[in-house]
């Protein structure tokens, strides 16, 4: 059973299929739905995403039917189907991807069979009923997976032991998702792997389509991601496993190590990357350790994030920057299974420093419960937790300036920088977060 | 009916007959049958917006209101979009404690769409009043509940009683109409049920007559579109001819709404935005109005003023500020002149605004080469003749499109302008093309009256000098639409509906 959201941190299900197929080069959506629901939804995801923006065919450039009453009470399938034919007249790309929104779910248009008129032809359409109600951004992510992965890839018996498929990222939710991406594909590259990512402006639909010939499949989320790649093993064979986002030093590491076994990788090529890699941080964090030591730049730690941020923040805080995890708020809609998911991973941190965590959806009740936990320990002169920082996304600011924290937005919504190619995974990702963070804490000399 | 006795608010394509999908040149426009036009739909359509947004946008500028949106996730997460500029909006009229807006999202889910909505959003609307005692609560019904059968009013005056503060409401689903500027509309029904039909104290009383001696107010109706140094030019006018003005519905509080009610004279700023506010205004509370300008341009300004000047007798004094005012902003921007003599414009925004900043541009020695419009009803008409006469019969081509950028970029490179003045989100299409691009309005910027005037120019010189970044972008990005679409019409994708015209009343008597 559900209840009211306070300012909620993603959209609905269409707009997680919107923004999986925006971004994904010659792919175009095509929304089924009332007129409000493409230009809305691509707004708040791109707004919210660091200003990511359009690109050629998506914003209010997506071909939409922009149903109305008549069809509400009549069907709007005839009209779904000349959108279809005119969108591939008129629009230049390799996939054209069927959404549908509350409206048309729940008047029962088949667009399906609309969609398989299509697919007869050989015309590259596939469809994805993706009605608002049914979840949030990452529940449509994976349902527009599941179709691409059934109605698109092509079926392939040949492997290819050194190619993977990065999955897990859902666009502008992980504000970072394509220098993310980017970052993977380079570390996997230096041991001779190579990952599709899919989602960035440099990926080719050629690789989508193909993909079926890669050995594993990564997914980088316990809980969004998983469920097609089950789909993906059952239609094409490929296996995958489950990895916290590495961010840092130490669970790039671990990822690395990890995926050199699995994929039995030659031990010296790991080597020498670790240890390129590391002396890539290092040699940049050691020079300004003086700044962090003398000005006691160990931090009470407060993250707010989705499920895969915040667990992956919150490693890097305490095994990098040797902070105290305190609290941390996990935004996401989740069942009572994915979030035992989500705390089990919390589990593998060592007792002493397992912050307490929470699942909750609004803002105001997150910081609600923050002070409940404060109010536990005592501390006759301040708060217990002081001095304290927040990473959080750009609506958890005032709760920092409440507790008189640091802060840095890393989570879905920043509105005050603009994104581009920035990231925080693997090594240099976590240089990027700790030349970030500790900038925060001297912006103000 | 309308404001008052409206139960639903009506599509805009019903009420004034506006036009969503229409091709052709602007000495054509009005001519056409008004019924054929307002069915008109393309067979190709890209995302436009929905009534959800607009009304949201002006319900979110309201202090210390929550706003629930009673429908699924995705609706409710709309409000990213606004909240910045709305907490930029408070910043510009000097509150530095701006915060982020308070908006809620009911989140039908799966279970709800079977089982009804109702019980939730009592719940929340209870809820929100309790937990965070915001000075109004609205309540935005959109498509998903409004299909499940959802009964808003229902819940609302049930609620009523049990809340002390003041309650709004607005049906505005996407699917109920194809011109989302009724969503304006729904904001303004929302606003004058809210605090004034449906208030605790009830409507505040007619006034009396105002007495000679008595300094005039006037409303000025803003827009969402219109920032505070926009509101600050048309004051200082206003105030100089010694009538106090009462800014509102946007930004205002429930005391600020109620005093619309006493003022003498309701003035519009956008005669499309507005008309259904203020025609309550004046069936309710006897209020005259002016409803056909924008100030926007010398002449357009000039009429703005001297019809509003004319109610109170003081013409004399208004002729003689606005002779005042244009030399001195005519003596401005003639600097500018050389620069934008015969600088050939393309022009895109919301139907008024499109329009009569090209009446601005004309001025400016400009002419006119293609505008597009979001829709089409007949308070702009007579506006597109006079863009004619004013270029000494030059016509030009119009699409009238709730967006559709692939008709936009096919007429852009048909007609090749030098400029481009488009709304936020048309610019980027014409800067992918290479064009030098300026926003037609922008909170932040001056627009209207003289200030505004002078402000444009400088804006069009200084983005007509160094157009580096559009040019070298559109050297460097791909092309979405198919080559053969280019040497199509702009408009092959619209279709007239097949629905007969109306019959002749008198023939359908006989």
């Known amino acids: 059973m559900s209840t009211h959201i306070e300012r909620p941190r993603y959209q609905c299900a269409l707009g997680g299929a919107l923004v999986t197929i925006n971004a994904i080069e010659r792919a175009v959506a095509i929304v089924h739905s009332a007129p409000g629901c493409a230009a809305s939804a691509d707004g708040a995801a791109t707004v919210g995403g660091g200003y990511w923006g359009t690109t050629l065919t998506d914003g209010r450039a997506t071909p939409s039917t922009n149903l109305i009453e008549r069809e509400v009470i009549f069907g709007g399938e005839e009209r779904l189907a000349e959108q279809i034919a005119a969108t591939i007249d008129v629009v230049d790309a390799d996939l054209y991807a069927v959404i549908t929104g509350c409206m048309t779910d729940i008047i029962g248009d088949d667009v399906r069979a609309v969609v398989s008129e299509f697919r007869k032809q050989g015309k590259p359409v596939i469809v994805a009923e993706t009605g608002g109600f049914k979840g949030d951004s990452t529940v449509g992510a994976d349902f527009i997976w599941e179709s691409i992965i059934s109605q698109y890839l092509s079926k392939t018996a040949v492997k290819d032991p050194l190619k993977v498929n990065l999955f897990g990222f859902v666009p502008a939710q992980d504000v970072f998702w394509r220098g993310n991406l980017l970052e993977l594909k380079r570390l996997l590259a230096r041991l001779g792997v190579t990952a599709n990512t899919f989602l960035t402006p440099f990926d080719k639909i050629e690789d989508l389509k193909g993909a079926a010939d890669a050995s594993l499949n990564i997914v980088f989320s316990d809980v969004h991601g998983v469920k097609p790649a089950k789909l993906f093993e059952e239609l094409h064979g490929t296996p995958f496993v489950v990895e916290p986002l590495p961010i840092g030093p130490t669970a790039a590491e671990a990822f690395l190590r990890r995926t050199v076994e699995r994929l039995n990788l030659p031990q010296e090529l790991l080597d020498t990357v670790l240890a390129e890699e590391k002396a890539h941080y290092y040699g940049f964090v050691s020079p300004f350790t003086d700044l962090f030591v003398d000005q006691d730049f160990q931090r009470f730690g407060v993250v707010v994030g989705n499920a895969n941020y915040s667990y992956a923040v919150t490693r890097f805080i305490a095994d990098d920057l040797g902070w105290i995890p305190y609290f941390v708020a996990v935004t996401d809609l989740l069942n009572e299974e994915q979030q035992a998911k989500v705390l089990k991973r919390f589990s593998d941190i060592d007792e002493t420093l397992r912050p307490k965590v929470i699942f909750e959806t609004d803002t105001d009740r997150i910081t609600e419960r923050l002070k409940e936990e404060l109010a536990r320990e005592e501390d006759p002169y301040g708060t217990p937790i002081s001095p304290a920082y927040v990473i959080g996304s750009n609506l958890d600011r005032p709760l920092a300036a409440e507790i008189k924290a640091g802060f840095f937005g890393i989570s879905y919504p920043i509105t005050n920088r603009i994104v581009t190619d920035q990231y925080y995974v693997g090594f240099r990702g976590g240089l990027r977060l700790i030349t970030d963070v500790v900038s925060a804490l001297v912006a103000n000399r | ?510």
Not at chain 2, 267 to 295: A, N, Q, R, W
Not at chain 2, 330 to 355: H, I, Q, T, W
Not at chain 2, 486 to 492: C, D, E, L, T
Request: hydrophobic share 40%; aromatic share 10%; with cysteine.
């Open chain 2, 1 to 510: 009916m309308g404001l008052k006795d409206d139960k639903i608010v009506p599509g805009r394509e019903e009420r004034v007959l506006a036009c969503m999908a229409h091709g052709g040149c602007a000495s054509g426009m009005g001519k056409q049958d008004k019924v054929c036009l307002k069915n008109n739909e393309r067979s190709f359509s890209q995302a436009g917006l929905c009534q959800l947004l607009p009304t949201l946008g002006m319900l979110l500028t309201l202090p210390e209101t929550a706003v629930v949106v009673h429908g699924a996730i995705g609706c409710g997460s709309t409000g990213f979009g606004m909240n910045t500029a709305i907490r930029l909006h408070h910043l510009l009229r000097g509150n530095p404690n701006a915060k982020d807006s308070l908006w809620f999202c009911t989140n039908l889910d799966e279970s709800d769409v079977v089982h009804g909505g109702e019980q939730r959003l009592e719940e929340t609307i209870l809820t929100v009043a309790e937990k965070y005692a915001p000075k109004s609560i609205i309540v935005l019904q959109t498509c998903t509940p409004s299909i499940i059968g959802d009964d808003l009013v229902g819940v609302i005056e049930k609620v009523r009683p049990q809340i002390d503060i003041p309650l709004l409401y607005s049906h505005c689903e996407g699917f109920k109409t194809k011109v989302w500027a009724t969503g304006y509309d729904v904001a303004f029904y929302a606003i004058v049920h809210g605090f004034i039909e449906k208030d605790k104290e009830g409507p505040p009383k007619r006034k009396a007559p105002r007495k000679p001696e008595d300094r005039p107010v006037v409303n000025v109706i803003n827009l969402a579109s219109m920032g505070k140094p926009d509101e600050i030019e048309l004051e200082r006018l206003l105030n100089a001819l010694g009538i106090d003005v009462v800014i509102g519905p946007n930004f205002a509080d429930r005391e600020t709404v109620r005093r619309m009610t006493q003022a003498d004279l309701t003035v519009s700023v956008c005669p499309t935005h507005d008309d259904y506010l203020v025609d309550y205004l004046h069936k309710e509370y006897g209020i005259p109005f002016v409803l056909k300008d924008m100030p926007i341009g010398l002449a357009n300004t000039r009429s703005w003023l001297l019809d509003i000047a004319r109610h109170f007798g003081l013409e004399e004094k208004a002729l003689k500020l606005v002779e005042e005012e244009e030399a001195k902003a005519r003596r401005a921007v003639e600097r500018y002149l050389p620069a934008l003599k015969g600088v050939r414009v393309f022009l895109s925004a919301g139907e008024f605004r499109a329009v009569v900043t090209g009446g601005l541009f004309q001025e400016l020695g400009m002419e006119i080469v293609g505008l597009r419009s979001y829709h089409h009803d007949d308070f702009g008409t007579e506006f597109y003749q006079q863009l004619v006469a004013a270029q000494k019969g030059k016509d030009f081509p119009v699409d009238i499109a709730n967006f559709q950028p692939f008709e936009l970029v096919n007429l852009l490179k048909k007609v090749d302008p030098d400029l481009f003045c488009g709304h936020v989100y048309d610019n980027g299409w014409a800067a992918k093309l290479g064009y030098p691009t300026i926003t037609i309005f922008r909170i932040f910027d001056h627009y209207v009256g003289y200030r505004g005037f002078y402000e444009v120019a400088k804006k069009a010189v200084r983005n007509l000098r160094n157009s580096a970044f559009n040019k070298k972008l559109s050297q460097n990005v791909g092309e979405a639409y198919r080559p053969d679409w280019y040497a199509k019409s702009p408009f092959a994708y619209i279709k007239s509906d097949a629905v007969e015209p109306l019959p002749d009343p008198a023939t359908a008597a006989a």
